[in-house]
């Protein structure tokens, strides 16, 4: 009898997961030869600077240039505008105060003053015919009140006398009534008159009050005028050097336009600009040094200028005690700014590593100095030679200080 005879499967499903599992594996080996790959980065160790980090003493200062300027500087603007006939001075010669440095004419201030010249003339007269018309004024009305005061004593003492005689009635009613009008009339006019001669003195010294105080203001107005005249001379304000002069024969000036400076070499500062990272640390009285043939002279800073302009901003100081002997102003000089006391921590020299990481990530060398691993850090204060490290490096340790742009986003150098 025949058996019918099944055929075997070719793939069981044990055959299925040693497949897999043989796929995993493969998936395992490429990940350890290749998965690396994008975070390591192979580099020549002669192209990179590796320093060593120390303990030692951290002087907090940093190194500002700063440019020797004048302790203080006069601007001399035009008081009047002008075109330059004569250029007395040159640039850089001393002045005394009051020295002519440019002289300037303008016709047209010439004019000027002929018009007020004119102008107080015709007040003048106007102020002695008022005086004139006034007393003569006053002339008659004196005399007029002695008339009335004349006048008034006569129908006084014929009033009194007819008073009497009407008592004893030697003369008539109507005598006596004639001779009271016209006393009292007398008296009437008496005091018209006088007070028309003491309103007539009011008016008369206010109107010369007046009068006066205009002609006071127009001889003011014309003694303006002529220093406006010698303000065509343009002169030194203060004894010094003449920095610099904006003029030429020939040219016109505008009035409050700046045509020159004086230099005042009385003492001399320092201007020096630092970077905005320092700004919150930078405060008046801070004391700085510079050395200058071999010898160190002490600043104190005495200004601290508020704006910021790309990226910096603008301070003063000034030298305390003695100054260099051959200190010329434009001459330029390294300054060491102190910002704090010294203090023993550990040093990380500086480097270029700094701009890619902000100071929070290293490339840490081994022993071996065959491979370097991006280690946290937190990195303090810094002056022109190290950092301050905070947290994350030891003495001994090794860091790689050069510029991290070409691998800055890898995890590990292999050093070669």
């Given at each position: ?215 006071k203001r127009m001889q003011q107005t014309l003694s303006m005028i002529y220093e406006r005249i010698d303000q065509l001379n343009v002169r030194a304000p ?66 601290v200028y508020p704006e910021v302009r790309s990226g910096n901003f603008k301070v003063d100081l000034v030298f305390v005690g003695e100054k260099p002997e ?90 070669k």
């Open positions: 009898m025949d058996v019918k005879i099944q055929s075997k499967k070719r793939f069981q499903n044990k055959h299925i997961g040693y497949a897999l599992l043989g796929v995993f594996l493969l998936f395992i080996g490429w990940k350890i030869i290749y998965g690396n790959s994008s975070t390591s980065l192979q580099t020549e160790i002669d192209r990179i600077a590796i320093k060593e980090v120390t303990q030692g003493k951290f002087d907090d200062y940093i190194t500002i240039n700063g440019n020797v300027a004048p302790i203080s500087t006069i601007y001399m603007d035009a008081y009047v505008g002008g075109r330059v006939t004569e250029k007395l001075i040159e640039e850089g010669a001393t002045v005394k105060k009051g020295d002519i440095i440019l002289k300037l004419e303008n016709p047209s201030l010439y004019e000027q003053i002929m018009a007020s010249e004119s102008n107080l003339a015709l007040k003048q007269n106007d102020l002695r015919s008022t005086k004139l018309t006034f007393e003569s004024r006053q002339v008659k009305g004196q005399k007029s009140l002695a008339t009335a005061s004349h006048e008034l004593e006569r129908n006084r003492r014929k009033f009194e006398q007819d008073r009497e005689l009407y008592k004893e009635e030697l003369i008539s009613k109507e005598t006596y009534i004639r001779s009271k009008e016209d006393y009292e009339l007398s008296k009437k006019q008496h005091s018209i008159i006088k007070l028309q001669t003491q309103q007539d003195e009011k008016l008369r010294k206010t109107s010369l009050s007046v009068l006066d105080t205009d002609l203060a004894d010094g050097q003449l920095g610099f002069l904006d003029a030429e024969i020939g040219q016109n000036i505008a009035q409050g336009e700046r045509i020159g400076q004086i230099n005042i070499l009385t003492n001399y500062k320092v201007e020096a600009t630092i970077d905005e990272h320092y700004i919150d640390r930078i405060k008046r009285g801070l004391t700085a040094t510079l050395e200058r043939n071999g010898k160190v002279y002490e600043l104190r800073l005495r200004k051959t200190i010329r102003t434009g001459q330029s000089f390294n300054i060491k700014l102190k910002l704090g006391e010294s203090s023993k921590s550990l040093l990380l020299p500086k480097g270029s590593f700094f701009q890619s990481t902000g100071g929070q990530w290293v490339f840490l060398v081994n022993s071996e100095k065959n491979e370097a691993i991006k280690a946290p850090v937190r990195l303090g204060k810094q002056n022109s030679q190290y950092y301050e490290v905070l947290e994350g490096l030891n003495a001994g340790d090794k860091v790689i200080t050069s510029s991290y742009s070409s691998f800055e986003s890898v995890e590990k150098l292999i050093l």
